[in-house]
């Protein structure tokens, strides 16, 4: 396979297979950025594993006891195990956060990478890569933290979750890559009406934000499209996830605390947010590529 991406339309196979293609050959580095983006997230998970095991233990034993209790009862089974649940908003809001921080901060990391490559250069310095998307940062995590929140509306209806997913799989490369057209235009359109410079840049931070979401949906919509992103997020989602669940079973064995294992869990989604972020901004470059006929741009145009 050619260096990773040429600007042609791929495979499903040929994004996943990029994915990892590039985390290898740059696995230092990118796992570097991504445990550093995600070191506020890895310690708050640190400080509250004891907590959140010992909720989930109470929550457990709780439901056991009132199966065990209310049998033949199904309602009231029902009712106990919702009343011993309430302890569990706290934690979920601090896992969704969490996960919001990893993800979407690792996802800006790598559209920074890719477009680099897109571009026919060099993957920057792990400090470069920093440089470039912690001003842009704040965008891909407050996606992840309304993508994570639709995920929790959606559960029950597991067709629009998905849907989710794939129409915001580019929104963090779009923050990252286009971030800069959209500013200056918005700028240069608000100073020229008489705004103060201050002020125009300011509004034009939220303007990133409703561009990248209007993007997303010009990509994203078309039935073709949503079509093989749910193939490509479906294996992406089943990759990381079976992973994760493989090394938290492994270190449950091995391992006599469940905090550690707790955060070990987190740790071990750390190491493979590289190839989820990777392979959303090859999906974003892709997407380009068949909707704008990106390949037939100079390189130096891509984003």
């Given at each position: 396979?050619?260096?990773?991406?040429?600007?042609?339309?791929?495979?499903?196979?040929?994004?996943?297979?990029?994915?990892?293609?590039?985390?290898?050959?740059?696995?230092?580095?990118?796992?570097?950025?991504?445990?550093?983006?995600?070191?506020?997230?890895?310690?708050?998970?640190?400080v509250t594993a004891e907590e959140s095991t010992a909720v989930l233990s109470n929550v457990l034993y709780d439901t056991l006891e009132s199966a065990r209790r209310n049998q033949g009862n199904l309602l009231q089974h029902l009712r106990d195990s919702l009343q011993s649940a309430e302890g569990l908003e706290r934690l979920?809001?601090?896992?969704?956060?969490?996960?919001?921080?990893?993800?979407?901060?690792?996802?800006?990391?790598?559209?920074?990478?890719?477009?680099?490559?897109?571009?026919?250069?060099?993957?920057?310095?792990?400090?470069?890569?920093?440089?470039?998307?912690?001003?842009?940062?704040?965008?891909a995590i407050l996606a992840q933290a309304i993508?994570?929140?639709?995920?929790?509306?959606?559960?029950?209806?597991?067709?629009?979750?998905?849907?989710?997913?794939?129409?915001?799989?580019?929104?963090?490369?779009?923050?990252?890559?286009?971030?800069g057209r959209v500013e200056t235009r918005v700028t240069n359109a608000l100073t020229g009406r008489g705004t103060p410079g201050w002020l125009a840049s300011l509004l034009a931070a939220p303007a990133v934000l409703v561009d990248a979401t209007a993007r997303c949906f010009a990509l994203s919509w078309h039935p073709m499209t949503i079509g093989r992103g749910t193939?490509?997020?479906?294996f992406l989602m089943l990759f990381v996830s079976?992973?994760?669940?493989?090394?938290s079973v492994a270190l449950?064995?091995?391992?006599?605390?469940?905090?550690?294992?707790?955060?070990?869990?987190?740790?071990?989604?750390?190491?493979?947010?590289?190839?989820?972020?990777?392979?959303?901004a090859l999906w974003y470059i892709d997407l380009r590529v068949r909707r704008e006929?990106?390949?037939?741009?100079?390189?130096?145009?891509?984003?």
């Amino acid at each position: 396979m050619e260096p990773v991406p040429s600007l042609r339309p791929r495979t499903v196979g040929e994004l996943l297979d990029g994915s990892f293609v590039l985390y290898r050959r740059h696995f230092g580095k990118l796992l570097l950025v991504a445990t550093l983006v995600s070191l506020p997230a890895l310690v708050v998970a640190g400080v509250t594993a004891e907590e959140s095991t010992a909720v989930l233990s109470n929550v457990l034993y709780d439901t056991l006891e009132s199966a065990r209790r209310n049998q033949g009862n199904l309602l009231q089974h029902l009712r106990d195990s919702l009343q011993s649940a309430e302890g569990l908003e706290r934690l979920s809001v601090i896992s969704a956060l969490i996960q919001a921080v990893s993800r979407g901060g690792a996802a800006a990391a790598m559209a920074v990478v890719v477009g680099a490559v897109a571009a026919g250069q060099a993957p920057p310095g792990w400090w470069q890569i920093l440089r470039r998307s912690l001003p842009r940062m704040h965008a891909a995590i407050l996606a992840q933290a309304i993508l994570g929140l639709l995920t929790g509306v959606f559960c029950c209806c597991l067709p629009l979750g998905i849907l989710a997913n794939v129409i915001s799989m580019p929104f963090a490369a779009i923050a990252v890559l286009e971030r800069g057209r959209v500013e200056t235009r918005v700028t240069n359109a608000l100073t020229g009406r008489g705004t103060p410079g201050w002020l125009a840049s300011l509004l034009a931070a939220p303007a990133v934000l409703v561009d990248a979401t209007a993007r997303c949906f010009a990509l994203s919509w078309h039935p073709m499209t949503i079509g093989r992103g749910t193939i490509y997020v479906g294996f992406l989602m089943l990759f990381v996830s079976v992973f994760v669940s493989a090394v938290s079973v492994a270190l449950a064995l091995l391992i006599d605390s469940v905090a550690a294992v707790y955060w070990v869990q987190h740790y071990a989604e750390v190491l493979f947010l590289p190839i989820s972020g990777i392979g959303a901004a090859l999906w974003y470059i892709d997407l380009r590529v068949r909707r704008e006929a990106l390949d037939l741009l100079p390189a130096e145009t891509f984003a």
